[in-house]
């Protein structure tokens, strides 16, 4: 059962990744700022999952789910900011 709830939490978080990587895009015109801000996140999400691993060392398939959400986890609020950001400018037209 925690290695199912952990992959359902895993892929939500893979998506905000996805999500926040992908509208990016929309909301920052130039390229250098834009890759200022990715391997900011990517930077801070490495740094999260290297905490979570020095608690939860890699022993099975549980810590790994652990782990990549932690990488990914670090993503959600950006995620987050984004869709508001969407929604608002969705309503101003």
């Known amino acids: 059962m925690q290695i199912l709830l952990a992959l359902v939490i895993m892929l939500v978080c ?21 890759w200022v801000v990715r391997v900011f996140l990517l930077a801070v999400g490495a740094g999260f999952a290297s905490v979570t691993h020095k608690s939860y060392p890699l022993t099975g ?24 950001k969407r929604k608002r400018h969705e309503q101003l037209r």
Do not use: G, M, N
């Open 61 to 84: 398939s549980l810590e790994v789910l652990v782990l990549i959400s932690a990488f990914c986890i670090t993503h959600v609020p950006s995620a987050c900011i984004l869709f508001l």
């Open 14 to 34: 893979v998506a905000a990744v996805i999500y926040t990587h992908y509208r990016l895009a929309k909301h920052i015109a130039q390229p250098a700022q834009r």
